[in-house]
């Protein structure tokens, strides 16, 4: 009898593993990283310049190939992030996690980060983009090895808190295509006044905002997001933590 309502030991394991279920946004995250995928990839992969969405800047020649392995690397990025961020397969296959982290920071970030210095240095955008696109890998470049170099040290707290703001920048590049669209939308009823029919002028502009806006945004969100995680965290262990005893008399009478 008293072995039959002694709790198990794999209860509480197994109660505490994250479910699949619980995380409803990564599934449709994955889906629109796949659709990103899709249309952005075919132009870079058909070795084409003339399929390139950037215009190619008469001072750099090989801007193109610079561009499309940035591409390349930047997807396997964004694939292998998708799944770093899934709680349920972290918890259920952690080597396979580690292995898909170097992945990620090797095979995808730096070279994809690396070469979008290079890319950025080159845009045809003019130089406000240019100095968000080289501020963008830069931080993307800094969070994600501080990032790997906190799980060297076995520092996973401060390890997920990299990660997180290296995964907000990794799908900045999504936010920045919507803003392009919505921003091309809001400003082309002024095409011929306030930019006076100047296609490269209302392109720079496009960019630029979208540049920005692409970046920061999700990187403050991702910011906010850890902030109110983390004090949410420091609220439950308190509530969890036992009262503090009482003092005793022997404790509490001044000593001669």
Known sequence: ??????????????????????????APLMV?????LAFSLPPYLSLDPSQSRVPAPDFFPPHFVVLSLHVVFGSVAMVTCCLQIWP?????????HRVIGRVY????????GLLGLVA??????????????VLLALLWLGCTLAGWRMARQRR????RRWMVRSFALTMSIITNRLYGVLFTILLLPQFETTFRGDEALMGSTVAALSAWLGWVL???VAEWWLERGDAAGRRRRATRSPAPAAARPADTAPRP
Request: charged letters at 15%; aromatic letters at 14%.
């Open 1 to 26: 009898m008293t072995l039959s309502t002694a709790p198990s030991p794999a209860g509480p394991a197994r109660s505490a593993r994250p479910r699949w279920w619980r995380r409803p946004w990564v």
């Open 32 to 36: 629109v990283a796949a659709a990103f």
């Open 105 to 112: 920071v090797f095979g995808g970030c730096l070279p994809s």
């Open 218 to 220: 999700p990187l403050l």
């Open 156 to 159: 996973f707290v401060d390890h």
């Open 120 to 133: 950025g240095l080159a845009t045809p955008w003019g130089p406000v983009t240019m100095v968000s696109n």
């Open 88 to 96: 349920w397969f972290r918890g259920r296959h952690p080597r396979a």
